[in-house]
């Protein structure tokens, strides 16, 4: 069973940086969809981005020419470059894998993006 740990979330300035890391443990990642998903405080869970085993990726409209979703297939990662980032950003950021239809979440990575 795959297990997911995510990383580098944390408290930014409007208009900055982060790159989020989620690493998987097991062998097989390289061929699942995998991406990411957040939840603010009193909202569902969102959708954010995705990128299947090709490369193709998909986007949220409200993330769409500010975040880049990318995959290590050699080192079972899968990051979110997220730039020009805004206070609405912020969330708990969850990465998933998807396993035929099976989706299986990593524990979360708090970003806030405060002035």
């Known amino acids: 069973q795959q297990q997911l740990v995510e990383s580098g979330g944390g408290l930014v300035q409007p208009g900055g940086s982060l790159r989020l890391s989620c690493a998987a443990s097991?062998?097989?990642?390289?061929?699942?969809?995998v991406g990411w998903y957040r939840q603010a405080p009193g909202n569902q869970r969102k959708f954010v981005a995705r990128?299947?085993?090709?490369?193709?990726?998909l986007y949220a409209d409200s993330v769409k020419g500010r975040f880049t979703i990318s995959r290590d297939n050699a080192k079972n990662t899968v990051y979110l470059q997220m730039n020009r980032l805004k206070p609405e950003d912020t969330a708990v950021y969850y990465c998933?894998?998807?396993?035929?239809?099976?989706?299986?979440w990593g524990q979360g990575t708090q970003v806030t993006v405060s002035s």
């Open positions: 998933y894998v998807d396993i035929s239809g099976t989706m299986t």
């Open positions: 097991g062998s097989i990642f390289s061929i699942y969809t």
């Open positions: 990128i299947i085993n090709g490369g193709n990726t």
